[in-house]
């Protein structure tokens, strides 16, 4: 069983950055890829970022590109996601997920491991 607990988010005025983090409880961590994801009220879970295993190889929706940055320290047991200029629509609760495999989805039906969220909330 993965445990993951995101931490990191919070308020901040538009153009602003924040930093969220994942750790994860395992001690296979580097064989798993992981990805965040984001919710909005009343719209539907969405594709943020993935990671493979080793860290070689991330992916992106075309939207978010170039001002989110996901990347991890598998000694550390993390997956961390930068993200820059921040707008107001990236007002969501963001999540980490985990799928023990070297292929990393951009679904979030085919992760496995979810974290409980943390609230990013980017005001106008």
């Known amino acids: 069983q993965v445990q993951l607990v995101e931490s990191g988010g919070g308020l901040v005025q538009a153009g602003g950055s924040l930093r969220l983090s994942c750790a994860a409880s395992?001690?296979?961590?580097?064989?798993?890829?992981m990805g965040w994801f984001r919710q909005a009220p009343g719209k539907e879970r969405e594709f943020v970022a993935a990671?493979?295993?080793?860290?070689?190889?991330?992916y992106y929706p075309d939207s978010l590109k170039g001002r989110f940055t996901i990347s991890r320290d598998n000694a550390k047991n993390t997956v961390y996601l930068q993200m820059h200029s921040l707008k107001p629509e990236d007002t969501a609760v963001y999540y980490c997920?985990?799928?023990?495999?070297?292929?990393?989805?951009?679904?979030?039906?085919?992760?496995?491991?979810w974290g409980q969220g943390t609230q990013v909330t980017v005001s106008s």
């Open positions: 395992t001690g296979t961590f580097s064989r798993l890829g």
């Open positions: 997920a985990a799928v023990r495999s070297s292929y990393v989805p951009s679904t979030s039906s085919e992760y496995t491991y």
């Open positions: 990671i493979t295993r080793s860290g070689s190889n991330t």
